[in-house]
């Protein structure tokens, strides 16, 4: 009996959290004197959203290089330029382990010492690496965000 009434209870909020934003989101463009028409017009063919490690505008895809020219000068294109520099160090740290790890495993057969030590540097560059990877992300992430608002709400 308890279970029945957490089932009903979880569906009668799920319903409830459904309905108040399908109204909110209907009130948005009235409010923003925006047709619904047009924004999503808008929002289909000039947001940008990241899709893994792409980019997608408009249907189609956008390389990483290319996102460049979708930035404004301002917070969003300094947020996008360190992000891509975040992304080269984070390369550059990757490739790193890599040789780090292949010579570890070459150089053990010989020196067990220098051996461990490359495949303790080798894990070492590869958690920078990963590190960096995270903050690029998250700064494109958050230049995305931020041009996107402005595409839909206009600069503020």
């Known amino acids: ?46 947001t940008i959203y990241g899709y893994g490690d792409r980019y997608i505008m408009g249907g189609r895809q956008l390389p990483f290089r290319k996102l460049k020219t979708e930035f404004a000068a301002g917070v969003t294109s300094d947020l996008y330029r360190q992000g891509r520099q975040d992304r080269a160090v984070s390369r550059l740290l990757g490739a790193g382990a890599i040789a780090a790890l292949v010579s570890s495993v070459v150089i053990r057969k010989d020196q067990r010492v220098g051996g461990i030590a490359l495949l303790v540097a080798g894990i070492g560059l590869n958690l920078g690496s990963l590190r960096f990877t995270k903050k690029s992300t998250e700064l494109v992430d958050r230049a995305l965000w931020l041009r996107n608002k402005d595409v839909l709400l206009g600069a503020r």
């Open 1 to 46: 009996m308890c279970k029945l009434l957490t089932q009903v209870g979880l569906v009668s909020l799920l319903i409830l959290l459904l309905g108040w934003t399908l109204s909110a989101a209907a009130q948005v463009p009235a409010q923003a004197g925006i047709s619904r028409d047009s924004l999503v017009r808008v929002y289909d063919t000039r």
